[in-house]
């Protein structure tokens, strides 16, 4: 089944905005560190890409270790520009750039919801913006993440993967 097509710019309805606002929320930020990144992984494979356990669609990203080479597989939300997908790597804004990152600038071939690509960091300061504020439309709470960074100083990456 091809990966779901998410338009960072569809209006999004009342249940959408309701599953966010709980995605945001103390317990909602719980059950997506703790629950959902054990379920949504299975749900993925049961039903082809059709049923995630909240309302922000998501699939998994496969890539190899950085340091281990192994296969390490993890589920992200995501968003299209053009054909291209765009990751945010938040780490739910902590001080560290989450274990994918790593794997991607070390070895940016990769499937994302089975289908191949290749990983490229945004750095273009322009176009890290304009991706930044589409992906706050697809999910409000990397708002809230990009605040809890800024502190420490770190800049949440964005990578585009373009199909191979």
């Not at 995605?23 to 997506?32: I, M």
């Not at 990144?37 to 909240?54: A, C, S």
């Not at 913006?129 to 999910?139: N, T």
Request: charged share 25%.
């Amino acid at each position: 089944m091809p990966l779901r097509y998410v338009d960072p710019h569809r209006r999004r309805g009342r249940r959408y905005e309701q599953g966010v606002r709980f995605g945001r929320s103390a317990v909602g930020q719980f059950l997506a560190r703790h629950v959902a990144r054990r379920t949504d992984p299975i749900l993925f494979r049961l039903t082809g890409g059709r049923v995630n356990m909240g309302p922000i669609v998501n699939a998994p990203l496969r890539s190899t270790g950085a340091k281990s080479g192994k296969t390490r597989e993890v589920q992200l939300t995501y968003f299209h520009d053009g054909s291209d997908v765009i990751l945010v790597a938040s780490n739910f804004g902590g001080d560290k750039h989450p274990q994918w990152y790593h794997n991607l600038k070390a070895n940016p071939e990769c499937t994302f919801g089975l289908e191949p690509f290749t990983a490229e960091q945004v750095t273009d300061p322009g176009e890290y913006e304009r991706l930044y504020d589409l992906a706050k439309g697809v999910y409000a709470g990397y708002g809230d993440y990009q605040e809890k960074t800024a502190d420490s100083g770190r800049q949440i990456p964005i990578f585009r993967l373009r199909p191979r």
